[in-house]
């Protein structure tokens, strides 16, 4: 949690992710869920099971896309890395379901999209590590789709 709140040296951020677990990642899809759930006026089964299936499926996609492309993190290691980088997402859906009566439409935008940037920015570093300059895109392009759909999720 600490690599994606607060920016740390490479070093530092090397050492974190060699100390994965999925509980963190976890206990976050299970709070995106619930919020999101509690919240939607249709189908409350769909959306928890499909922000579930989205952040553990997109997550091995992400993983097996990377391991193709020459990166060297593991299934485990990336699943719980893009779930604590789901972390700003969690907290955006959070703080616009609790103003959502005081909040205007753009403000919704606003955080949602802060929430975006930065889950992409904590994820990148590691995602695209050890993978070839003109192959990078083609890691980082999955990721922010990843992201963009969850973030979109929250908006809808």
Do not use: H
């Not at 604590?84 to 379901?97: K, Q």
Request: hydrophobic share 55%.
């Amino acid at each position: 949690m600490k690599i994606v709140a607060i920016p740390t040296t490479y070093e530092e951020k090397q050492k974190e992710l060699k100390q994965w677990d999925l509980w963190g990642p976890f206990i976050i899809c299970l709070i995106l869920g619930i919020v999101l759930t509690f919240t939607s006026k249709k189908a409350t089964g769909i959306v928890f099971s499909t922000i579930f299936i989205i952040m553990w499926i997109g997550s091995m996609i992400i993983t097996i896309n990377s391991s193709l492309l020459g990166g060297k993190l593991s299934l485990l290691q990336c699943i719980c890395l893009l779930g604590y980088c789901t972390f700003p997402a969690a907290v955006s859906a959070i703080l616009t379901r609790i103003l959502l009566k005081f909040l205007p439409s753009i403000g919704k935008i606003i955080i949602v999209i802060i929430s975006f940037l930065w889950s992409t920015k904590a994820s990148i570093p590691f995602i695209a590590q050890n993978i070839e300059e003109r192959k990078k895109l083609l890691v980082v392009y999955p990721v922010m789709l990843y992201f963009l759909y969850l973030n979109y999720f929250i908006l809808v």
